[in-house]
């Protein structure tokens, strides 16, 4: 049997959305390429674009999950910057 997935943030079971986290254009690829993203429901996709702290949160769980196996040096070298 097949697990339904849920959302990282809020646990519900509908339509999942791949959020990056660590936001922008030009660092999408490398966000794909480090695994820097979460599925999330639409309403929290939403909540995390719209509102400045939970972009904050974000943006911080990306770093913290990239430092996982990588130095903050390389996070800054990669990113431009430390959300931490």
Do not use: V
């Amino acid at each position: 049997m097949k697990e339904r997935a849920e959302c990282e943030i809020c646990g519900r079971y509908e339509y999942l959305e791949e959020h990056h986290l660590i936001p922008g254009i030009a660092n999408r690829k490398i966000s794909d390429k480090y695994k820097l993203t979460i599925k999330i429901c639409r309403a929290c996709h939403q909540n995390i674009h719209s509102k400045k702290e939970l972009m904050q949160w974000s943006k911080e769980k990306g770093q913290r999950l990239f430092e996982r196996k990588h130095s903050r040096r390389k996070f800054i070298e990669m990113f431009g910057r430390s959300y931490l």
